[in-house]
């Protein structure tokens, strides 16, 4: 890989570098033909494009996602679903108008809906590396999404003759040229060893008929993608993911329902242990079937303790969608705009974006992301990138200082709290990488165990509750509302892995109980910190409003996964609320599984 | 004479098909089928809401399929999957949970995920998923069916509804797992190479080519102790191809490969050619004039009558739409009457698998709902005699005729399976054409149209909105008075069904097959309708929806960079 960037020209060694390290790039971008018909049509687009009495495209953007993906799922030791899928995408951004002002961060209410001004398109390439068939589509795509953006960019200023707009943000900020080129690497995959891997792990579960429902899914997927955009940044980045997931379903003896999963994700698939995952998979079985019969609690307000990846977890599902800018669209319907601002402001707690320079948590706690980190304690960090979605280099961002929230985390759209880009579109908008929080006083676990037993005494309780694992997602209230929606009563509140502490260090699973007030000013609620820090990694979960920008900007990311790495320390929350679920609770299945007649043979 | 033939063949397949089933071999997934039906069947009935009728079909499919874009591959791909359908009804054959009710006591399964089934064959996951799938089934019937109970307190009751399920003789059949072969490499080659024909015309806008091998595994159980394994293969190839007009028109040609057996694929000669002669084809549409709306006389190809006749006559000889109160019901109370010409008759024949040397997609041997297949007499000499039947009665007809259908995941209702519309007077095509000067001589009418291929059509068989049909022709001629024909583009073939019938005048004699797929109520099922070209009095033509592409304000690049 090679960097080269505008800044490092000056000096004679870097241009030296720079010579020898583009060599590399010169000849691989001579063979791809890919990049060729991306880089003619550019050429031609950038110079000719024009509509007469229209503005001008002044931003173009092309990016190729190349993928294989296969997936795999299996229950009770058989497959239920093989395929492979090979694409190859073009994502292509036209923005009419100059920085200032364009066609982006715009929506129209009226006529037949809400509609986005959009400056995106998504088209399917040849697999072939057929360079007139390949430039065709560019060429197609970038005609209709330049005549969509110029015709969006003279009704947003037709919008804008009707109010008094006071706003002075530019939609768009301009970025120095970057060139960071390297050929697609060979893939490592065995298919064979992966069927047998979801075989293996969802065999488990032959022996537990209490279970109703399980299974094991795998997805490999092998992106390679080559960015180029108008300004001279050219790109490309390999990006290959393993992610395993385990969920089982049960129904506990009073026949509310209780689930468990756990997901495992890697660069590559022989960086996983079969041994563990299976054992990881009987562990998850026999406490689903132990927790059954566990008890459930009606309310509970107190200290709670997030315990090794479970503190992870609450950072990626709650913090971390709250530190990225996100701009709210213009549109043709003030009242819209007040309603919508008010429902995000509500849904899922305020993003932590208005608070920049205000206390987020306390004096010893800080946050910081530091995105070109690729190893913590030896295992690769997934949230490791160098450049993001939109060509900008990342960067460390300082986020938390003192508990002072110094910086949040932005795009190429700058918003009122962040002018410029930190280097962190990614998917939906701005997110982090390889997110730290760092403590200047930590404790150990028993401490943290024994400060939580205290505070519970103080609110004269018997027990304080522990939380030590959450399935991904399972703290994020817009992934909670997003799968009750996809199946409705969808028994998720179990997948949080609670207990009970009592005095004498007994524990106690609790079930069928959430969180209801965990949002990002919990966070100033944090009394104590562990001295062991542990890695999460898992998937971002935006917040609403990051999704509804993500619409009206730049448009989503092709991307099928957004992975992020959680390096955290046990928290402990002086102050949450807990209460049962309000989940239905169908009847248990009237004929029994037939489950034992085959495994008692 | 084409009718003996016809005949001929299918007593020719009733031989094979009878030989394969003296040859019953036993199948281990049929087998788990049937174990875990009768358990739960067998403790359900002993429940305070006991089935009285339980059914699983089982679809294997495996699709190998890839296309290309003018040439370059654009997709590949080799999938199998699995999936189940079950009917289970409580109540009795009268009145049951699947009994129409009002709004508000509809039960909404609404985000309901289906499980997922192994595709690998293991009886033990086997039996789980189904007992799993029959669980929730049997929960949405008990919750329907008080429903059902509720609405019929409060509804007057109906004199003229029939039983909601009838009775059929349990069947027996199980073929082998069929030869199946689909050379993916090979095909890949073909697709890149047949979709060379359509490069280097900037104003040819789209250039498809798709082939795929699919082959369906249908196994089918139920408690009155049927059990039938069935095996079809399917091969296909469809070019599509689409150009721009002038004025931003898009004009689109298609033409379809089906066949039963990989030797049954046209040659590559034969699709070489069909794909320039299509190019020629886009190439003098883009040329033609627009065609006003217009009324007159009309010659329908083989293959446009076939469409015309699916649309307008096949969706009104579904039978399950007699017993919806929001249907038109055009042929309700038509039974023994004249409802088209006396030289027509139609039949509805699943059971055929060839005709006139092109396999039928509309072909089974036993249907979504284990009815053995049956030829349907549904008009003799221009009068009514007979619905298309699934296991759903309608008033005066008790039994299923074999055509219950449904796509993988739906209901089954009644459906068209091979559609044959036969004339007992016919004349020669040039004859047909001179029927149709006389016309516009003696009604001074300038010109009339000839539809000589369609890509398909729609249809509206409900009462709040107008009966009209569409048929999308995409290659017209005007024929005028003195024998010239002229290429026009850009109408549609619109009209009602009962006056579109009485217009038919004449039918020539060469009949052509047109292979789709259906949609409807019941999902999307293959069918097959096959017509002789008519001649009809008088037609309607209107404007095309107008699907637009303008210039690219940039050339094409094409070249510039060789």
Redesign the interface.
């Known amino acids: 890989m090679s960097l080269t960037n505008g800044k490092m020209m000056r000096t004679r060694l870097a241009k030296l570098m720079v010579a020898v390290l583009a060599l590399a790039p010169a000849l691989f971008a001579q063979d791809d033909v890919v990049m060729k018909a991306m880089k003619d049509e550019m050429e031609r687009s950038k110079t000719q494009l024009r509509l007469d009495g229209m503005e001008k495209p002044y931003y173009i953007e092309y990016r190729v996602d190349e993928a294989d993906v296969t997936s795999i799922e299996a229950t009770l030791g058989v497959l239920t679903s093989n395929t492979s899928n090979r694409s190859r995408t073009l994502n292509l951004q036209v923005r009419a108008g100059d920085y200032a002002f364009d066609n982006t961060n715009f929506l129209t209410v009226g006529g037949f809906g809400p509609r986005f001004g959009r400056s995106g398109q998504v088209r399917g390439l040849p697999l072939d590396d057929d360079y007139d068939q390949i430039r065709r589509e560019i060429w197609l795509g970038t005609d209709q999404v330049y005549k969509q953006a110029s015709g969006d960019v003279a009704s947003k200023r037709s919008v804008l003759q009707t109010r008094k707009y006071t706003a002075s943000l530019p939609d768009f900020t301009p970025q120095p040229p970057v060139s960071m080129v390297e050929p697609r690497k060979a893939f490592r995959f065995d298919r064979t060893a992966a069927e047998r891997l979801a075989r293996d792990v969802s065999a488990v579960f032959r022996g537990t008929p209490e279970i109703l429902d399980s299974e094991v899914s795998i997805v490999v997927r092998d992106l390679y993608t080559r960015y180029l955009n108008s300004e001279g940044t050219v790109f490309t980045r390999s990006e290959p993911i393993f992610a395993l997931h385990v969920r089982a379903d049960a129904r506990a003896d009073d026949g509310l329902p209780v689930q468990d999963s756990f997901s495992v994700f890697s660069r590559y698939m022989e960086n996983i242990k079969s041994e563990e995952v299976i054992a990881r998979a009987k562990k998850l079985a026999r406490g689903l079937v132990a927790l059954r019969a566990a008890g459930i609690v009606d309310r509970y307000n107190g200290p709670v303790l997030f315990e090794g990846e479970a503190a992870g977890a609450v950072m990626a599902d709650v913090f971390a969608p709250a530190i990225g800018a996100a701009r709210f669209p213009l549109t043709d319907e003030p009242r819209f705009e007040t309603a919508m601002n008010q429902l995000f402001g509500q849904s899922g707690g305020t993003p932590l974006t208005d608070k920049l320079g205000a206390g987020v948590m306390p004096a010893f706690l800080d946050v910081v992301d530091k995105p070109r980190l690729d190893s913590f304690e030896g295992v690769p960090l997934l949230g490791c990138r160098v450049i993001d979605d939109e060509g900008v280099p990342t960067k460390e961002v300082n986020i938390v200082e003192a508990g002072i929230l110094k910086q949040v985390l932005a795009t190429r759209t700058p918003t009122d709290e962040a002018k410029a880009s930190t280097g962190s579109k990614w998917l939906f908008g701005a997110v982090p990488s390889n997110l730290f929080l760092t403590a200047k006083k930590s404790e150990t676990n028993a401490a943290l165990r024994q400060r939580l037993l205290e505070l519970a005494k103080a609110r004269g309780l018997e027990y304080g509750i522990v939380v030590k694992h959450a399935s991904e997602g399972g703290l994020s209230w817009v992934a909670r509302f997003a799968g009750s929606m996809a199946t409705p009563g969808a028994p998720n509140a179990s997948s949080v892995e609670l207990y009970k502490l009592f005095a004498d260090g007994r524990e106690e699973r609790i079930r069928g109980v959430e969180f209801t007030s965990l949002t990002p000013t919990s966070f100033k609620e944090i009394v104590a910190v562990g001295d062991k820090p542990t890695l999460y990694q898992g998937p971002h979960v935006p917040m609403m409003n990051a999704i509804f920008s993500g619409f009206g900007g730049a448009g989503l990311s092709g991307d099928i996964l957004a992975l992020g790495s959680f390096i955290t320390p046990s928290i402990l929350f002086a102050d949450l609320s807990l209460k049962k679920a309000n989940i239905p609770v169908p009847n248990p299945p009237v004929v029994p599984s037939p489950l034992p007649s085959f495994t008692q043979k | 004479m084409r009718t003996r033939a016809a005949g001929l063949i299918v007593l020719l397949f009733f031989a094979v098909a009878g030989l394969a089933q003296e040859n019953k071999i036993p199948d281990p997934v049929l087998a788990t089928m049937k174990q875990?039906l009768t358990?739960?069947f067998e403790?359900?009935k002993k429940?305070p809401v006991p089935p009285y009728f339980l059914s699983y079909q089982l679809t294997d499919n495996h699709d190998i399929s890839v296309s290309?874009?003018?040439?370059?591959?654009?997709?590949?791909?080799?999938?199998?999957?699995?999936v189940v359908d079950i009917d289970l009804r409580v109540g009795d054959y009268n009145v049951d949970n699947t009994h129409p009710v009002s709004r508000a006591f509809a039960t909404s399964t609404?985000?309901q995920?289906r499980?997922?089934?192994?595709?690998?064959d293991?009886?033990?996951?086997l039996?789980?998923?189904l007992?799993?799938e029959?669980?929730r089934n049997?929960?949405n019937a008990v919750q329907q069916f008080e429903g059902v109970k509720t609405d019929r307190q409060i509804k007057p009751a109906d004199s003229e509804r029939s039983p909601d399920f009838s009775a059929a003789p349990p069947q027996h059949y199980s073929e082998p797992d069929a030869p199946f072969s689909f050379d993916r490499k090979l095909w890949e080659e073909k697709v890149?190479r047949f979709g060379q024909v359509f490069?280097g015309n900037p104003d040819i806008l789209g250039a498809n080519i798709s082939a795929s091998g699919e082959l369906e595994t249908r196994r089918y159980v139920n408690s009155d102790g049927s059990e039938i394994k069935i095996s079809a293969p399917l091969y296909r190839l469809t070019i599509y191809a689409s150009v721009r007009a002038s004025d931003g028109e898009v004009l689109p040609l298609q033409r379809n490969f089906m066949s039963f057996t990989p030797e049954g694929m046209p040659s590559d000669e034969t699709v070489l050619k069909a794909a320039n002669e299509m190019l020629q084809m886009l190439l003098a549409l883009q040329k033609a004039p627009v065609a006003e709306p217009y009324t007159g006389p009309a010659i329908l190809s083989g293959r446009a009558s076939a469409v015309f006749f699916h649309e307008i006559f096949g969706h009104r000889i579904e039978g399950d739409r007699m017993n919806d109160d929001d249907d038109a019901q055009t042929f309700k109370n038509k039974i023994n009457q004249l409802v088209l010409p006396k030289f027509l008759s139609v039949y509805a024949d699943p059971t055929l698998r060839q005709l006139y040397g092109t396999d039928l997609v509309g072909h089974y041997l036993y249907d979504d709902e284990g009815v053995k297949a049956n030829r349907v007499t549904v008009v003799d000499k221009g009068i009514f005699r007979n619905f298309l039947l699934s296991r759903s009665p309608v008033k005066g007809f008790a039994q299923s005729n074999g055509h219950g259908r449904r796509q993988q995941g739906y209901d089954v209702e009644a459906r068209q399976s091979n559609l044959l519309v036969e004339a007992s007077q016919t004349v020669p095509r040039a004859a047909l054409k001179k029927m149709l000067i006389d016309r516009l001589k003696k009604s001074k009418k300038p010109y009339g149209l000839l539809f000589a291929d369609i890509e398909g059509g729609f249809t509206t068989t409900s009462r709040s909105i107008p009966n009209a049909f569409s048929v999308l022709p995409t290659v017209v001629y005007r024929i005028y008075a003195d024998g010239r024909e002229e290429l026009v583009r850009g109408l549609d073939l619109i009209g009602t069904p009962l006056i579109a019938f009485s217009k038919i005048a004449a039918a020539d004699d060469s009949p052509e097959v047109f292979n789709g797929v259906c949609g409807a109520q019941s999902g999307w099922v293959p069918v097959s309708a096959s017509a002789p070209g008519l001649l009809i009095e008088q037609i309607e033509v209107q404007r095309k929806e107008k699907a637009e592409n303008?210039k690219?304000?940039?050339p094409?690049?094409?070249g510039?960079?060789k």
């Open positions: 875990e358990r739960s403790v359900l429940s290309s874009s003018f040439g370059a591959l654009a997709s590949s791909t080799d999938n199998k999957s699995r609404f985000g995920t499980g997922t089934l192994p595709i690998e293991d009886p033990a996951a039996a789980v998923a007992w799993l029959t669980d049997y929960r890149r490069r303008p690219p304000i940039l094409s690049p094409s510039a960079s």
